[in-house]
């Protein structure tokens, strides 16, 4: 008799452990410029991550609800030796409910070819006092071509042209590629502004600040121009093998005749998206949409919180891969199984009892 007044106890105390309740990052995927990763994460100058974490409460109690959760992405030493950290809004879940949260952020031009370490951080509380953690990891392995400049940002003052003005172009090229480059040559060339200037015996090293080169360029904008406008820019390098163009917009406002922009005689590249200055409170994202409390008798989609690109220039898109079965063993989830395996050897020790004593 004791001895099943002793087994019955030791049930009851393992199914709070079966059925613990648990906040989670479920899932989170890693794109790369707009391709989802599988295996390691392949970056490049200027690709665009973007990251998608899915959050999942399993509180069973529907009148349990997690009151903060904090979700937070961090990439060692990516921004020149610094950190990007970015924190999303804090929000609250209720029980069962999953949330979906994304983040773009640009890879800088300037990039050391090495692994940086992308880490997804969850903090979480109920309103019960229970913590709940959870962490995920991704090794960002930098990709480089072996040869390649490109222009990495321009500018024009003033940025309102006018007709019949001088304005001044602000260019930037930046060698990305493996290699050190020599004798590198940019020009710049518009038939219907009668442009041409060319720089040369530029030296650009692989990485560091002496990877980047900057110039001004001062272009008359005749009197009778107005409407679109666009400068060639070729760029001459890998001991003048490579030549390779990016076509630069603008408009020019003016009341006199209009000449039209005649067709460059090749179809040009898609323009080059000026950088913006770095925001340094890199926090400042808009709030997540809070959701709703879950009915459960009727059924509810994931909700999905999406912020802006980040304050990183030229926003594109990234990749992760999804966590393995193996992956989502945590502490907790092998505290569930060694559970449900020691109830059905308890039960089973339980048959075995009642068969002897018969």
């Not at 970015?86 to 990039?111: D, G």
């Not at 951080?121 to 072996?146: H, M, P, S, T």
Request: aromatic fraction near 6%.
């Amino acid at each position: 008799m004791y001895k099943h007044l002793i087994i019955i106890c030791l049930v009851f105390l393992l199914v709070p452990v079966v059925l613990a309740d648990n906040v989670e990052l479920q899932n989170v995927k890693i794109y790369v410029d707009g391709d989802r990763q599988s295996g390691s994460v392949e970056i490049r100058p200027n690709s665009n991550l973007t990251i998608e974490i899915q959050v999942e409460s399993d509180i069973e109690d529907e009148d349990t609800e997690v009151e903060e959760v904090n979700v937070e992405i961090i990439i060692e030493d990516l921004d020149d030796g610094r950190d990007i950290d970015y924190e999303f809004e804090e929000f609250s879940m209720e029980h069962s409910e999953e949330i979906t949260l994304k983040k773009n952020i640009q890879v800088p031009y300037i990039l050391d070819e090495e692994t940086y370490l992308l880490t997804v951080k969850l903090k979480a509380d109920d309103d019960e006092g229970n913590d709940y953690k959870d962490e995920d990891e991704f090794d960002l392995i930098v990709e480089k071509e072996q040869n390649e400049v490109v222009v990495s940002d321009y500018s024009f003052s003033p940025s309102d042209i006018q007709c019949d003005q001088d304005v001044t172009l602000n260019l930037e090229i930046t060698n990305i590629g493996e290699e050190k480059e020599y004798n590198v040559i940019i020009e710049l060339e518009s038939n219907i502004l009668d442009f041409n200037e060319k720089t040369n015996d530029i030296d650009l090293d692989e990485e560091g600040d002496d990877s980047q080169y900057e110039k001004d360029y001062t272009i008359s904008i005749p009197e009778n121009i107005k409407g679109s406008v666009q400068i060639k820019v070729s760029l001459t390098y890998d001991n003048d093998d490579i030549t390779d163009e990016t076509y630069i917009p603008f408009t020019v406002q003016c009341e006199s005749k209009q000449v039209e922009n005649p067709e460059p005689e090749e179809e040009p590249d898609t323009p080059v998206t000026p950088q913006e200055p770095k925001d340094e409170e890199e926090n400042e994202e808009e709030d997540p949409i809070v959701p709703d409390t879950i009915d459960d008798d009727e059924e509810t989609d994931p909700i999905t919180i999406t912020t802006e690109p980040s304050v990183l220039p030229n926003a594109g898109y990234i990749s992760t891969e999804e966590k393995s079965f193996l992956d989502n063993f945590d502490e907790t989830t092998t505290l569930i199984i060694l559970g449900e395996i020691l109830v059905i050897f308890i039960i089973l020790f339980i048959i075995l009892l009642i068969r002897s004593s018969k």
